[in-house]
């Protein structure tokens, strides 16, 4: 396909920033966080291709059939395209699966009918609450909530026409202490009552000021339907 929205090159050379300068920025995380390694970068780098495939063809995660796409963004960014990775961790990625439709209080049918109850709000706020509801407990994916929820987001805002979230030596801080304050939050009816909507204002507010158009190539609205 010949046809991107996103400039894959530029999304790789921010990523490679973050990886040359991650001790740096772990040592003001309030959290220690894994370093990203090469392989980590690869995978995100075909996890940023499918959603640039899905753009293209302007593919909405949450229309009707579609739930497969989040099951695949996740797989690639744990074992990127490699059909031997695939095979190796083939248990793995069906219990996910599992997880993914039948686990209580974490399944995309939870998350759809949140976004179907939220579509009229603007893209930062439905990518935001997403990505909240993604990875507070109980989370959507055995492993990798973190880097599938940027690849979702990005899914979200690029279909209103906004840049993807790429993470960048200028927003890692931003990025991962609220991601690791919401790990740490349990879907209770407390919690969605009062603590995560304001986990979810606050992270809208941070994908509106980290907006960053050098990651477009061309810039599309798709009408939400």
């Known amino acids: 396909m010949g046809e991107h929205l996103l400039d894959l090159k530029a999304i790789e050379c921010a990523l490679r920033a973050v990886q040359r300068n991650f001790a740096e920025i772990n040592r003001f995380l309030k959290a220690r966080r894994d370093s990203l390694d090469d392989q980590v970068i690869a995978n995100m780098m075909a996890g940023y291709a499918y959603v640039d495939a899905l753009s293209v063809a302007g593919i909405d995660l949450f229309a ?13 960014v744990l074992c990127g ?11 793995h ?15 995309i049918r939870d998350l ?3 976004y ?7 893209a930062w706020s439905r ?11 109980p989370q959507m994916f055995i492993e990798g909530n973190h ?3 940027a690849l979702i987001i990005s899914c979200i ?6 840049p993807p979230f790429v993470l960048n030596t200028d927003n890692a801080r931003g990025y991962f202490d609220p991601s690791t304050l919401i790990t740490k939050t349990r879907k209770t009816p407390i919690s969605l009552l009062f603590r995560m909507p304001k986990m979810k204002r606050e992270f809208a507010a941070f994908l509106r000021e980290n907006a960053d158009d050098r990651y477009l190539l061309r810039r599309t609205i798709t009408p939400a339907a």
């Open 147 to 149: 880097r599938t929820g």
């Open 116 to 122: 179907a109850l939220h579509r009229s709000e603007s």
């Open 112 to 114: 759809a009918a949140w």
């Open 81 to 91: 395209t490699d059909p031997h990775e695939r095979a190796r961790d083939e248990e």
């Open 64 to 76: 009707m059939g579609s739930s497969r796409h989040f099951l695949e963004l996740n797989a690639l």
């Open 127 to 137: 990518a935001a609450g997403v990505y909240v509801r993604l990875l507070s407990e």
């Open 157 to 162: 805002l690029i279909r209103d026409g906004r």
């Open 93 to 107: 990625l069906k219990a996910t699966e599992r997880r993914f439709y039948e686990d209580e209080g974490g399944t």
